[in-house]
Protein backbone atom coordinates (compact mmCIF):
# COMPACT_ATOMS: atom_id res chain seq x y z
CA UNK A 1 0.00 0.00 0.00
CA UNK A 2 2.90 2.24 0.89
CA UNK A 3 4.46 1.74 -2.64
CA UNK A 4 0.98 2.69 -4.13
CA UNK A 5 0.50 5.81 -2.62
CA UNK A 6 4.49 6.45 -3.10
CA UNK A 7 4.11 6.00 -6.68
CA UNK A 8 0.87 8.15 -6.70
CA UNK A 9 2.39 10.88 -4.98
CA UNK A 10 5.23 10.67 -7.88
CA UNK A 11 2.65 10.90 -10.79
CA UNK A 12 1.01 13.08 -8.79
CA UNK A 13 3.88 15.88 -8.69
CA UNK A 14 5.24 15.18 -12.46
CA UNK A 15 1.55 15.46 -13.52
CA UNK A 16 1.52 18.92 -11.64
CA UNK A 17 4.97 20.12 -13.01
CA UNK A 18 4.01 19.22 -16.10
CA UNK A 19 0.66 20.85 -16.05
CA UNK A 20 2.25 24.28 -14.65
CA UNK A 21 4.22 24.10 -17.70
CA UNK A 22 1.43 23.88 -20.09
CA UNK A 23 -0.30 26.57 -18.42
CA UNK A 24 2.71 28.86 -18.54
CA UNK A 25 2.13 28.00 -22.38
CA UNK A 26 -0.94 28.17 -22.86
CA UNK A 27 -0.66 31.87 -21.34
CA UNK A 28 0.34 32.90 -24.50
CA UNK A 29 -1.27 30.69 -26.97
CA UNK A 30 -4.58 30.93 -28.84
CA UNK A 31 -8.04 29.31 -27.93
CA UNK A 32 -9.19 26.56 -29.47
CA UNK A 33 -12.07 28.31 -31.18
CA UNK A 34 -8.88 30.74 -32.85
CA UNK A 35 -6.81 27.67 -33.73
CA UNK A 36 -9.90 26.39 -35.51
CA UNK A 37 -10.10 28.88 -37.58
CA UNK A 38 -6.97 30.03 -38.69
CA UNK A 39 -6.37 26.41 -39.36
CA UNK A 40 -9.70 26.55 -41.75
CA UNK A 41 -7.95 29.47 -43.20
CA UNK A 42 -4.51 27.63 -43.62
CA UNK A 43 -6.03 25.41 -45.56
CA UNK A 44 -7.94 27.24 -47.89
CA UNK A 45 -4.94 29.10 -48.89
CA UNK A 46 -2.78 25.52 -49.13
CA UNK A 47 -5.42 24.20 -51.51
CA UNK A 48 -5.53 27.91 -53.62
CA UNK A 49 -1.74 27.65 -54.21
CA UNK A 50 -1.68 24.18 -55.12
CA UNK A 51 -4.15 24.54 -57.20
CA UNK A 52 -1.83 27.75 -58.89
CA UNK A 53 1.21 25.43 -59.00
CA UNK A 54 -0.60 23.18 -60.86
CA UNK A 55 -1.75 25.64 -63.40
CA UNK A 56 2.18 25.92 -63.79
CA UNK A 57 2.95 22.32 -64.09
CA UNK A 58 0.62 22.34 -67.04
CA UNK A 59 1.97 25.03 -68.41
CA UNK A 60 5.53 23.32 -68.22
CA UNK A 61 4.08 20.43 -70.58
CA UNK A 62 4.25 22.83 -73.48
CA UNK A 63 7.44 23.86 -73.17
CA UNK A 64 10.42 21.67 -74.35
CA UNK A 65 12.52 21.52 -71.23
CA UNK A 66 9.44 19.80 -69.48
CA UNK A 67 11.73 18.28 -66.56
CA UNK A 68 13.56 21.41 -65.62
CA UNK A 69 9.78 23.86 -65.32
CA UNK A 70 8.51 21.04 -63.58
CA UNK A 71 11.23 20.55 -61.34
CA UNK A 72 11.23 24.61 -60.47
CA UNK A 73 7.82 24.04 -60.40
CA UNK A 74 7.79 21.90 -57.33
CA UNK A 75 10.69 23.95 -55.84
CA UNK A 76 8.85 26.46 -56.08
CA UNK A 77 5.20 24.99 -54.44
CA UNK A 78 7.19 23.06 -51.32
CA UNK A 79 9.01 26.68 -50.86
CA UNK A 80 5.19 28.42 -50.75
CA UNK A 81 3.68 25.73 -48.89
CA UNK A 82 6.43 24.97 -45.93
CA UNK A 83 5.31 28.26 -43.50
CA UNK A 84 1.72 26.95 -43.76
CA UNK A 85 2.42 23.49 -43.29
CA UNK A 86 4.52 24.93 -40.44
CA UNK A 87 1.64 26.44 -39.09
CA UNK A 88 -0.55 23.98 -39.31
CA UNK A 89 1.92 21.73 -37.68
CA UNK A 90 1.63 24.20 -34.48
CA UNK A 91 -1.90 23.75 -34.04
CA UNK A 92 -1.39 19.97 -34.39
CA UNK A 93 0.87 20.25 -31.64
CA UNK A 94 -1.48 22.70 -29.42
CA UNK A 95 -4.28 20.09 -30.34
CA UNK A 96 -2.42 17.23 -28.71
CA UNK A 97 -1.07 19.19 -25.71
CA UNK A 98 -4.25 20.87 -24.54
CA UNK A 99 -5.64 16.80 -24.96
CA UNK A 100 -2.33 15.79 -22.76
CA UNK A 101 -3.76 18.52 -20.18
CA UNK A 102 -7.40 17.00 -19.99
CA UNK A 103 -5.60 13.76 -19.03
CA UNK A 104 -3.07 15.27 -16.43
CA UNK A 105 -6.15 16.80 -14.98
CA UNK A 106 -8.23 13.34 -15.10
CA UNK A 107 -5.31 11.22 -13.42
CA UNK A 108 -5.20 14.44 -10.63
CA UNK A 109 -9.21 13.86 -9.61
CA UNK A 110 -8.50 10.45 -10.02
CA UNK A 111 -5.71 10.35 -7.05
CA UNK A 112 -7.38 13.12 -5.08
CA UNK A 113 -10.58 11.12 -4.66
CA UNK A 114 -8.58 7.97 -4.26
CA UNK A 115 -7.03 10.09 -1.29
CA UNK A 116 -10.48 11.35 0.06
CA UNK A 117 -12.39 7.98 0.20
CA UNK A 118 -9.60 5.89 1.75
CA UNK A 119 -9.42 6.16 5.33
CA UNK A 120 -6.56 6.92 7.86
CA UNK A 121 -4.57 3.74 8.09
CA UNK A 122 -4.06 4.54 11.90
CA UNK A 123 -7.83 5.21 12.55
CA UNK A 124 -8.26 2.15 10.46
CA UNK A 125 -5.62 -0.18 12.73
CA UNK A 126 -7.56 1.59 16.07
CA UNK A 127 -10.65 0.45 15.23
CA UNK A 128 -9.01 -3.08 14.47
CA UNK A 129 -7.69 -3.45 17.95
CA UNK A 130 -10.75 -2.00 19.78
CA UNK A 131 -12.73 -4.71 17.80
CA UNK A 132 -10.17 -7.67 18.71
CA UNK A 133 -10.13 -6.58 22.32
CA UNK A 134 -13.82 -6.37 23.09
CA UNK A 135 -14.34 -10.01 21.51
CA UNK A 136 -11.68 -11.29 23.89
CA UNK A 137 -13.24 -9.37 26.58
CA UNK A 138 -16.85 -11.08 25.83
CA UNK A 139 -14.55 -14.50 26.06
CA UNK A 140 -13.20 -13.98 29.34
CA UNK A 141 -16.83 -12.79 30.59
CA UNK A 142 -18.15 -16.35 28.92
CA UNK A 143 -15.28 -18.42 30.24
CA UNK A 144 -15.87 -16.86 33.67
CA UNK A 145 -19.75 -17.30 34.10
CA UNK A 146 -18.98 -20.97 32.53
CA UNK A 147 -16.03 -21.35 35.69
CA UNK A 148 -18.71 -20.42 38.34
CA UNK A 149 -21.39 -22.42 37.23
CA UNK A 150 -18.89 -25.36 37.31
CA UNK A 151 -17.81 -24.28 40.95
CA UNK A 152 -21.34 -23.79 42.52
CA UNK A 153 -23.47 -26.81 40.56
CA UNK A 154 -25.99 -27.05 44.17
CA UNK A 155 -27.77 -23.23 43.35
CA UNK A 156 -28.98 -24.53 40.17
CA UNK A 157 -30.76 -27.61 42.39
CA UNK A 158 -31.19 -25.53 45.54
CA UNK A 159 -34.98 -24.01 43.84
CA UNK A 160 -36.54 -27.47 43.50
CA UNK A 161 -35.11 -29.41 46.71
CA UNK A 162 -37.10 -26.19 48.57
CA UNK A 163 -40.01 -26.76 46.41
CA UNK A 164 -39.88 -30.15 47.18
CA UNK A 165 -39.53 -29.62 50.79
CA UNK A 166 -42.05 -27.49 51.40
CA UNK A 167 -44.88 -29.89 49.80
CA UNK A 168 -47.43 -28.94 47.12
CA UNK A 169 -49.02 -25.85 47.62
CA UNK A 170 -52.97 -24.51 46.81
CA UNK A 171 -52.38 -23.59 43.21
CA UNK A 172 -50.14 -26.79 42.91
CA UNK A 173 -53.33 -28.77 43.93
CA UNK A 174 -55.93 -27.22 42.04
CA UNK A 175 -53.71 -26.78 39.03
CA UNK A 176 -50.66 -29.23 39.28
CA UNK A 177 -47.97 -28.58 36.87
CA UNK A 178 -47.46 -31.03 33.97
CA UNK A 179 -44.03 -32.75 34.01
CA UNK A 180 -42.07 -31.44 31.31
CA UNK A 181 -41.62 -33.42 27.60
CA UNK A 182 -38.21 -33.47 28.09
CA UNK A 183 -38.61 -35.98 31.64
CA UNK A 184 -40.78 -38.52 30.04
CA UNK A 185 -39.44 -41.52 28.49
CA UNK A 186 -40.25 -42.36 25.07
CA UNK A 187 -42.99 -44.91 26.22
CA UNK A 188 -44.98 -42.15 28.32
CA UNK A 189 -44.56 -39.94 25.60
CA UNK A 190 -46.27 -43.00 23.40
CA UNK A 191 -49.20 -43.52 25.77
CA UNK A 192 -49.97 -39.93 25.59
CA UNK A 193 -50.45 -39.60 22.35
CA UNK A 194 -52.61 -42.62 22.18
CA UNK A 195 -54.85 -41.10 24.65
CA UNK A 196 -55.37 -37.91 23.17
CA UNK A 197 -56.51 -39.25 19.45
CA UNK A 198 -58.92 -41.80 21.82
CA UNK A 199 -60.07 -38.42 23.43
CA UNK A 200 -60.32 -37.04 19.96
CA UNK A 201 -62.32 -40.17 18.33
CA UNK A 202 -64.35 -40.23 21.38
CA UNK A 203 -65.78 -36.66 20.42
CA UNK A 204 -66.02 -37.55 16.95
CA UNK A 205 -68.27 -40.50 17.79
CA UNK A 206 -70.42 -38.37 20.11
CA UNK A 207 -71.03 -35.94 17.98
CA UNK A 208 -71.91 -38.03 14.98
CA UNK A 209 -74.23 -39.87 17.39
CA UNK A 210 -75.65 -36.77 18.37
CA UNK A 211 -76.33 -35.23 15.03
CA UNK A 212 -78.00 -38.98 14.28
CA UNK A 213 -80.43 -38.71 16.92
CA UNK A 214 -81.71 -35.33 16.36
CA UNK A 215 -82.17 -36.19 12.89
CA UNK A 216 -84.37 -39.07 14.13
CA UNK A 217 -86.25 -36.76 16.11
CA UNK A 218 -86.82 -34.35 13.15
CA UNK A 219 -87.98 -37.17 10.87
CA UNK A 220 -90.39 -38.40 13.93
CA UNK A 221 -92.27 -35.41 14.26
CA UNK A 222 -95.97 -34.73 12.10
CA UNK A 223 -96.29 -32.53 9.25
CA UNK A 224 -97.25 -28.81 10.17
CA UNK A 225 -100.81 -28.29 9.19
CA UNK A 226 -101.64 -25.82 6.21
CA UNK A 227 -102.83 -23.08 6.83
CA UNK A 228 -106.55 -22.57 6.22
CA UNK A 229 -107.78 -20.60 3.06
CA UNK A 230 -109.66 -17.32 3.38
CA UNK A 231 -113.21 -16.58 3.09
CA UNK A 232 -114.81 -15.41 -0.12
CA UNK A 233 -115.21 -11.80 -0.31
CA UNK A 234 -119.16 -10.80 -0.97
CA UNK A 235 -120.10 -9.75 -4.29
CA UNK A 236 -120.36 -6.30 -5.17
CA UNK A 237 -123.85 -4.22 -5.39
Not at 102 to 114: K, P, S
Not at 166 to 187: E, I, K, V, Y
Amino acid sequence: MRAVWSLCAVVLALTTGLAGHFALAESAQPTPAQDAAQQAALQRQRAQMQAQYAQQRNACLQRFFVNDCLDAAREKERAALAPIDAQLQAIALRSRMRAAEDEIRRVQANIAAAQRTQPDRAEAERQRAAREAELARRRQQAVQRAEQAAAHPTNRQKAPAESAARGPQPADRLFPTPAPSSRLSPAQRAADAQRAQADFAARQKAYAEKQAEQARQNAAKPPAAPLPLPPPSAPLR
